[in-house]
């Protein structure tokens, strides 16, 4: 075994000297696509190795270790993380990789004696480096899952037809399959051997189903979601509910008094999602974390926040976030001043400040019914409470001074042009120059907003004493 440490090493190191005398500019066409295979065929040697490491570490780390299990010697939470450490590739990578050393790592049986691998010939093929890396996983990937449903007899026939199309020639083939076409190959097989399902659509759907955990590209996390039919109505339907009723599609625009949403429907909905997990982790009823209900942390800088530039970091999120956004949390959920000397040590720590209580969440929540733009339809148990005058500006933490505002209007409250003032600590507000109809800021009168059912009654009733009704 130090053998092949050893031999592992000179082959690095020969490697290295064949790319640093390599000058792929210099070859001539076929000179230059014969490079391209040999260093794809040595390609393949390292992956199996890679493999086969990563399916030996991932067996020595298996969970019923307990405590003695690998990765809990090194300090790790599984094999995905001691690997990450070791390899610095992917997570995803990594649990290809696992997942493949599993399937073609030999087995012990109970007795002890050593069986073959759940996969022979895709193990005998990779260590020939013969078989690619993509071709091996789209053969595993496929036949794995099925094999409990149509039998390991099965799963072997369609490994041998599998490995020698990848491997090739056959007598279909005059050259091997490339990996797309081992992956269309492979899902042939699949249907069938597997052909009417012996498994029914809802408990596969059962088992697909998921959310991603996120990618960040381009400053969005992205994930994928596979709802089952019946979540995704649920959601469909919570979604719409809270949609302002201007940004669903729409034909007719006859209510001009309505102000518009500018956003476009894919937007309002990821902003109704937003509120709605707001709610949800406020909700009396949500887990707690050490006590205090879930909450999310977010660093920033003292002098960024006073300049106005730089960006913000969500605990456990590595997409950086605006100042906008920043603000938005501090107005919404409070700050605490961390000082840290130069040397990085912990200077001091204040306390939590300036977060509404659930008192006067209640009280405001009675007053405002919701949201407070005109036209919003976001209730008050999933919207902010925003600071009308900002705490650095001298506002108090008082329900005179904070209002409901859903997680769009208050992101966008500085730019948006909407207005808001408290007069006799009722909220009124004043819509943007391009909602104005052509009224200036002055003939624009304050207007008070509410969507509490109480006070829209009060506000009824005050109308009609203005207006007496003719009484036949
Ligand atoms: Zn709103």
Redesign the pocket.
Known sequence: MEDAAGQLAEAQSLLARALAGSDERMLRDDALLELTATAEAVGRLADALRIRAAGEVAFRSRRELGEDRLSARKGCRNAVELLARVTLASERTITQRMRLGAAVRPRTALSGDTMPARFEQVASALAAGTLGYDSALAIVDTLDPIRARVGDLNVELAETALVAAATGPTAESPLPFAADEVRGQARVWENVLDEDGTVPAEERAMAARGISGGLTRDGLVHRKMALLPEIDAKFETLLNAYL?PRSKPTFNDTDPDQPKDPRATAQARHDVFA?LIDGAARSAAAPTMGGAAPTVLVSVRQADLAAGAGSGFIEGCEAPISLGAVEQFICAGGQQHVLIGDDGTLVSLSTTDRVFNAAQRRAISLRDG????PG???PAAW?EIHHVIAYRDGGETETCNGVL??????RTIETSGWRILMIDGVPHVKPPPWLRNGRTDAETPWRRSTSSRTQLADLLEQQRERQPVLVE
Not at 370 to 373: E, R
Not at 405 to 410: A, G, R, Y
């Open positions: 302002s509120s919701g949201c407070i733009i919003c339809t976001i919207s505002l859903c997680w769009f209007h208050h």
